[in-house]
């Protein structure tokens, strides 16, 4: 039986951190289970896709590296997510890169993906809050969207969860230094 069967196989029988950590470790280092993992991810299949992005953030916290030959690939399926938890494992991941690396074409894709999940209620907090911080690191480069961020955010406060509230009010402070 070959890796991407067992891999299948296994998200499937537990949904669980446990087993997730788990598949992370057997993972450790290894690019080729990397890929194969994150192969599973873009099947955008229901019950797998979403379970394999988990453990593939739990590869990328023990080894932070193995993703950067992904960066590219994550960015081009945002716009082909499904379900919100590839979204937020994807988005927690890419708030932390270096936006500067992204050629123009995937920037966009990015920053644009972001303002949609972030001004649409549908989404959840922790997809906003992620977009959130994307938009911002952007900001930090182009400062001219800085105002459209601080719009959105301030739209949606009054109504939003106690974890949106609390990013929000974090980065407008950043943002209003940023505009006066």
Not at 41 to 55: D, H, K, L, M, Y
Not at 69 to 93: A, C, E, G, S, V
Request: charged share 30%.
């Amino acid at each position: 039986m070959n890796n991407k069967m067992n891999f299948r196989e296994q998200l499937l029988a537990e949904l669980s951190k446990r087993n997730t950590v788990y598949m992370a470790s057997v993972i450790g280092k290894d690019k080729k289970l990397f890929e194969e993992i994150f192969e599973l991810i873009i099947t955008n299949e229901e019950s797998i896709s979403g379970r394999a992005a988990w453990v593939v953030e739990h590869v990328w916290l023990e080894h932070p590296y193995m993703i950067n030959p992904f960066i590219n690939d994550m960015i081009d399926f945002l716009p082909k997510t499904k379900y919100d938890n590839q979204r937020r494992h994807f988005t927690k991941i890419l708030s932390t890169i270096d936006l500067r690396k992204l050629d123009e074409d995937r920037l966009g894709i990015l920053i644009d993906r972001c303002f949609t999940w972030l001004e649409d209620p549908i989404y959840p907090t922790a997809v906003k809050i992620f977009s959130m911080q994307i938009i911002y690191n952007y900001v930090e480069i182009e400062p001219a969207l800085a105002t459209e961020l601080i719009a959105i955010i301030e739209n949606q406060y009054d109504d939003s969860t106690p974890g949106f509230k609390n990013r929000g009010k974090k980065t407008l402070k950043k943002l209003y230094k940023l505009v006066d």
